[in-house]
């Protein structure tokens, strides 16, 4: 489902193939804990999440028993293998093909968005709860109306303090705006949910405000919320926003920074994903394309100072002949302990055993004493179960990563796998 083309990076890697240089990788132990069946086509844009035992939850876009997509849950063995199970098979009423990953409130309860489906057929918030006879049953929270409040939501969710749910529609048919939302979800004492939009997006003059939201959203201890569009803003190669609350219950919005402001969109852009927060209140993120030439998308920081924000891009893509660091990034960053950074791009690394553009990696960025980010690739995808990761990486209370991937050979068949530093 994402939807930006790789021309440009298939062109600069077919040059390059010839070319190609050796490039210290420093690969961790790579494991595949599941495969789905690719008989079944089951696209994966969205990440895992652990519960308090380890088990793995996530989704996959179709499969499942009616192919319209699934909630899945892998658990670990005593001989260590993992055990997949689907929780929930979406049959168009319910919702269709979710393309975001799920949240878990603090009730253990499992919380997601589909793309398509529900009652208006614009997508649903749906909720899954354990049940006593270790099954799980559904119920939607919301189905998006199309021209009332958004559809086609793409993006996980998160929670206040209070109980409340955020996300964001990438597209809003009527009103002012054809270029997204986002919204609030706040639950009733009868146990029904109101959902209200906070912000239609392009209500300003040329889309100046942003255009087009695909990421989750990321709140400050204040209630502020933050994220990207993918398109917009000053230069139409997308923003990272800010909505903050007012006394009357409205919410306000602003531009912190608008991507392609420097010569050659040496800052990057086209933001596919969201931002995340470090201890100090900075911002971090990854565009899916530019940055110095010839990038492939940048991992970017934006810093506080005095109500505005300045940008710094830590790294840029295809930096390495044949784009052996990997190539457009699309998912969220994942700080460790020690302040590192992880991530995925969907192309670049291995164009010797995968296609031209790559297949995709796992990355790290460690900041260096001079202030600069030293970028290693801990795995590069190869034509296996699996490639293309569109989704980020999450940690255990090992250290290590979890993820998922997407094609294979023309089809899209998830596969969740282990990186063991």
Partial sequence: MKLITRARLLALAFLAILLLASSAWAQ???KVLHAFQPERPTSEEGGLVLDAAGDLFGTTMYGGKYNEGQVFKLTRTADGSWKESAIHN???YDGQFPAAGLVFDSAGNLYGTTYLGGASGGGTVFKLTPTTRGGWRESVLHSFARSQDGWAPTASLIFDQSGDLYGTTPFSDGGQSYAGTVFKLSPNKDGSWSESVLYTFCSHSKCSDGETPYANLAIDTAGNLYGTTYYGGANNYGTVFQLTPNRDGSWSESVLYSFCSLADCYDGGFPYDGV??????????????WGAPPGAGVVFKLTPNNGTWSE???????????????????????FDTAGNLYGTTSGGGNIQRCYNWGCGTVFKLAPNSKG????????????????????????????????TTTGINGNYVVAVFEITP
Avoid at 276 to 289: H, P, R, V
């Fill in 28 to 30: 961790g132990k790579y």
């Fill in 276 to 289: 995340i927060f470090d201890k100090a209140g900075n911002l971090y993120g990854t565009t899916s394309e």
């Fill in 372 to 403: 600069e980010w030293n970028e290693t690739v801990l795995h590069a995808f190869a034509v296996r179960p699996g490639i293309a990761p569109e989704a980020g990486v999450i940690f255990d209370s090992a250290g290590n990563l979890y993820g």
């Fill in 312 to 334: 710094s891009v830590l790294y840029t893509f295809c930096s390495r002949t044949g784009c052996t660091d990997g190539a457009t990034p699309q998912a969220n960053l994942a």
């Fill in 90 to 92: 979406f049959g168009g």
